[in-house]
């Protein structure tokens, strides 16, 4: 997606040159159309660091959510007898408190 912007701020930034030449407002066309190349740029960039951040947190949270869900820090609930996680101060299904 993000090289798509890059190709598209490229033909713009060309096209309003190509335009520029061809009329009397040339200053005109090349302003707008370089103004216009930035914000297609831009947003090429940032997409690019959101799938940089995307892929980073992918990462760095699939390994400790295995290691959190593989510990049996596990408890009964003695009324309800479901099994919870320790570090919760009441039993999630029936609300008692060990």
């Known amino acids: 997606m993000s090289i798509v912007l890059y190709v598209v701020g490229i033909i713009v930034l060309i096209i309003s040159?190509?335009?520029?030449?061809?009329?009397?407002?040339?200053?005109?066309?090349?302003?707008s159309g370089f103004l216009s190349s930035i914000i297609f740029f831009a947003l090429g960039k940032i997409i690019d660091?959101?799938?940089?951040?995307?892929?980073?947190?992918?990462?760095?949270?699939?390994?400790?959510?295995?290691?959190?869900?593989?510990?049996?820090?596990?408890?009964v609930c003695s009324s309800c007898h479901n099994e919870y996680d320790v570090h919760q101060k009441s039993c999630p299904y029936c609300g008692n408190k060990d």
Do not use: A, C
């Open 17 to 31: 040159f190509i335009t520029g030449f061809r009329s009397d407002q040339l200053l005109l066309f090349i302003i």
């Open 49 to 75: 660091n959101q799938e940089e951040i995307k892929y980073y947190i992918k990462v760095n949270m699939e390994s400790p959510k295995k290691s959190y869900l593989s510990k049996s820090d596990k408890k």
